[in-house]
């Protein structure tokens, strides 16, 4: 007796075509997640590398600007203004020395020489007057020297010869001067005739003294007034930041400092 053939049932090609669409969609969707992550995950680093970028510079100008006129006379001007540039002198080894004897000579025996080491430009102070800049003479740069310095008989060598009396005083300093391109968005510090990058991605960056912290402060323009700092500085994304599809915005974080300057603190605090 004959039977009918057995048909195996499979898979039409309607069902095929709709298995497809359904998993072409399915895996759109995960992308369209995944990509959404990645561009949060990139707008997060962005704008975690700003805070990092804007406190590190509000943190290092301040450093700077603490140590503005400390081993340096009182009555000579520390902190200058010149067009967009903020100048300080700052003495960071304390670098110092006073004549108890005359001396006439272009090579000047001091107490510790190695404090001077790295310094060009050097205060001569005598009581009374204003302070005249004198020249080490760097181009000594052969054992024992060492820029102009001799460590091991701790003499200072000048690029001229001067004459000293006692109680006259030599103090080290080294010119920092700042200033800021708002078409860079750049922070720029220029040291011993040298410009070079301090910060990037800075959209503002001001500085101001004033004669107090308290709400009647007034601003000064002039050292022997300045006692407070005040530093404002503004940082930017590095590139727009955008968490879905569209082309974002440039982000932004403000710091603001108010500090005594180190050397005008007040006494008790």
Same mark, same amino acid.
């Given at each position: 007796?004959?039977?009918?053939? $057995?048909? $195996?049932?499979?898979?039409?090609?309607?069902?095929?075509?709709?298995?497809?669409?359904?998993?072409? !969609?399915?895996?759109?969707?995960?992308?369209?997640?995944?990509?959404?992550?990645?561009?949060?995950?990139?707008?997060?680093?962005?704008?975690?590398?700003?805070?990092?970028?804007?406190?590190?510079? +509000?943190?290092?100008?301040?450093?700077?600007?603490?140590?503005?006129?400390?081993?340096?006379?009182?009555?000579?001007?520390?902190?200058?203004?010149?067009?967009?540039?903020?100048?300080?002198?700052?003495?960071?080894?304390?670098?110092?020395?006073?004549?108890?004897?005359?001396?006439?000579?272009? $090579? !000047?025996?001091?107490?510790?020489?190695?404090?001077?080491?790295?310094?060009?430009?050097?205060?001569?102070?005598?009581? @009374?007057?204003?302070?005249?800049?004198?020249?080490?003479?760097?181009?000594?740069?052969?054992?024992?020297?060492?820029? @102009?310095?001799?460590?091991?008989?701790?003499?200072?060598?000048?690029?001229?010869?001067?004459?000293?009396?006692?109680?006259?005083?030599?103090?080290?300093?080294?010119?920092?001067?700042?200033?800021?391109?708002?078409?860079?968005?750049?922070?720029?510090?220029? +040291?011993?005739?040298?410009?070079?990058?301090?910060?990037?991605?800075?959209?503002?960056?001001?500085?101001?003294?004033?004669?107090?912290?308290?709400?009647?402060?007034?601003? $000064?323009?002039?050292?022997?007034?300045?006692?407070?700092?005040?530093?404002?500085?503004?940082?930017?994304?590095?590139?727009?930041?955008?968490?879905?599809?569209?082309?974002?915005?440039?982000?932004?974080?403000?710091?603001?400092?108010?500090?005594?300057?180190?050397?005008?603190?007040?006494?008790?605090?």
């Amino acid at each position: 007796m004959k039977t009918c053939p $057995q048909y $195996q049932k499979g898979v039409t090609l309607l069902g095929l075509l709709l298995a497809v669409v359904l998993g072409g !969609i399915i895996l759109l969707g995960l992308m369209r997640v995944f990509m959404t992550s990645v561009k949060s995950y990139s707008a997060e680093e962005k704008l975690i590398e700003m805070k990092r970028s804007t406190n590190r510079t +509000i943190n290092k100008i301040k450093e700077f600007f603490m140590e503005a006129g400390v081993d340096l006379p009182e009555d000579e001007d520390v902190i200058t203004f010149d067009g967009d540039y903020v100048i300080i002198k700052v003495n960071r080894t304390g670098a110092y020395h006073c004549f108890d004897e005359d001396v006439d000579s272009d $090579q !000047i025996p001091v107490e510790d020489a190695r404090g001077f080491i790295g310094y060009e430009s050097i205060w001569r102070k005598t009581p @009374g007057d204003a302070a005249a800049q004198v020249t080490i003479d760097i181009s000594k740069n052969t054992s024992p020297f060492e820029k @102009g310095i001799d460590t091991t008989n701790h003499v200072l060598y000048l690029t001229t010869t001067e004459s000293f009396v006692p109680d006259d005083e030599l103090y080290a300093y080294k010119t920092y001067k700042f200033r800021h391109d708002p078409t860079t968005n750049t922070v720029y510090v220029t +040291i011993d005739g040298y410009e070079d990058v301090l910060a990037e991605n800075i959209e503002e960056f001001f500085v101001k003294f004033y004669d107090t912290h308290r709400d009647a402060k007034t601003e $000064q323009t002039d050292w022997a007034d300045m006692r407070v700092c005040s530093l404002f500085v503004k940082g930017i994304t590095d590139s727009r930041v955008s968490a879905g599809t569209g082309s974002g915005e440039f982000k932004e974080m403000s710091l603001s400092k108010i500090f005594y300057l180190r050397n005008k603190i007040p006494i008790g605090g």
